[in-house]
């Protein structure tokens, strides 16, 4: 199975900064015929499900805001939240879907500092 | 307006079964693969299952397989998870989420509000 590690595990940032979660996988996400990265990222709200923000690593799902970015390739990706809002408080999750089982990483909560 | 709807959840006794159901709006369920993700109490995510548009694929994490079937019957617009067998780690928060597309993409797009199953004595 492909691991999946988040860092930190948990943060704190001040409103209107930059946050950034990284994510890194126990083997290269990259599909070398396609150029993609299998490489997802949700955020989970306090008692609601999951949502898609990102998908292949920096394909921004619509409606989502653009202060949210991915970027990375092969084994490392980025989450950056630019000028954080109150809203954005949240457990942010990778995903990778390169191979079967599909796994998530351990969460990075974020909270407002 | 995409939404997942999931119900049959709730308290079992270790060996015993219980089944879920998913029931979608706004979109044909018949093109989409979907899938169960489920999350015990305080804990991450965990895929569950996956079943492509037409029941052509299915997989499922080695910690289900040989207990849990996953299933759809696209006419009544609904997705199935029957969990037999069931042990007290198999308590979670079950989320039924939808795939993009109609084979397998491995992400999942919509989520439900996820139905609470709890296997204790």
Redesign the interface.
Known sequence: DIVMTQSPDSLAVSLGERATINCKSSQSVLYSSNNENYLTWYQQKPGQPPKLLIYWASTRESGVPDRFSGSGSGTDFTLTINSLQAEDVAVYYCQQYYNLPYTFGQGTKLQIK | EVQLVESGGGLVKPGESLRLSCGPSGFTLSSYSMNWVRQAPGR????VS?ISSSSSYI?Y??SVKGRFTISRDNAKNSLYLQMNSLRAEDTAVY?CARDPAGDP??????????TLVTVSS
């Open positions: 991450g995510l965990e895929w996956s997989y994490a080695d989320y993409q491995g992400y999942f797009d919509y989520w439900g509000q996820g």
